[in-house]
Antibody, heavy 121, light 107 residues
Framework: EVKLLESGGGLVQPGGSLRLSCEAS????????MRWVRQAPGKGLEWVSG????????YYAGSVQGRFTVSRDNSKGTLYLQMNSLRADDTAIYFC??????????????WGQGTLVTVAS | DIQMTQSPSSLAASAGDRVTITCRAS??????LNWYQQKPGKVPKILIY???NLHGGVPSRFSGSGSETDFTLTISSLQPEDFATYYC?????????FGQGTKLEIK
């Protein structure tokens, strides 16, 4: 059974940092690209970041570029999101999600339950 | 960035109705379009990928169509469990942006 479990969320002051983790199990972790998606309270989904299976290529939304860094440790089956210079508008539930590739199409087939990040003084 | 615009933002319908949700991309994304369903307090669930391909286990009353910039998600006969928020997402180019969502409510 595929499982994704996020951790590391919490309350942080503006300008602070947090590191989110996503522990994966039930599949060969290195075979799949992974994504971070966030959802502000009562709002829609926002794609945040992605990383390929080997960890050599990473991508970011413009709103987090230069502040967030995605990485992965395939030996531990864990995805990370280092978040620096946090702002109030980064407040959201952060989901990690597995990428399913079918031919040239990519979609998100498994999602974790999310971890809440609150940026406030 | 590619902008994804859904319409309507909300929709009230009754069980048994046929419902169509539209998603428009700001540029040609071929058929690199996914649809997700999210129920309150739950994580999103993939329904359709590649604009028209039903993900495994998704009921056949869901269907998708479209290409380039205009896409639709159709539910042929609404069931009580279909009342949720629906999101489109393009997977053509980074960042893989989502639409703002369409909330489907009970009339």
């Amino acid at each position: 059974e595929v499982k994704l479990l996020e951790s590391g969320g919490g309350l942080v002051q503006p300008g602070g940092s947090l590191r989110l983790s996503c522990e994966a199990s039930g599949f060969i972790f290195s075979d799949h690209a992974m994504r971070w998606v966030r959802q502000a309270p009562g709002k829609g989904l926002e794609w945040v970041s992605g990383i390929n299976g080997a960890g050599g290529s990473a991508y970011y939304a413009g709103s987090v570029q230069g502040r967030f860094t995605v990485s992965r440790d395939n030996s531990k089956g864990t995805l990370y999101l280092q978040m620096n210079s946090l702002r109030a508008d980064d407040t959201a539930i952060y989901f990690c999600a597995r990428v399913l590739t079918v031919g040239t199409f990519k979609t998100l087939d498994y999602w974790g339950q999310g971890t809440l990040v609150t940026v406030a003084s | 960035d590619i902008q994804m615009t859904q319409s309507p933002s909300s929709l009230a319908a009754s069980a048994g109705d046929r419902v169509t949700i539209t998603c428009r991309a700001s540029q040609n994304i071929k058929t690199y379009l996914n649809w997700y369903q999210q129920k309150p307090g739950k994580v999103p669930k993939i329904l359709i990928y590649g604009a028209s391909n039903l993900h495994g286990g998704v009921p056949s009353r869901f269907s998708g169509s479209g290409s380039e910039t205009d896409f639709t998600l159709t539910i042929s006969s609404l069931q009580p469990e279909d009342f949720a928020t629906y999101y489109c997402q393009q997977s053509y180019g980074v960042p893989y942006t989502f639409g703002q969502g369409t909330k489907l409510e009970i009339k």
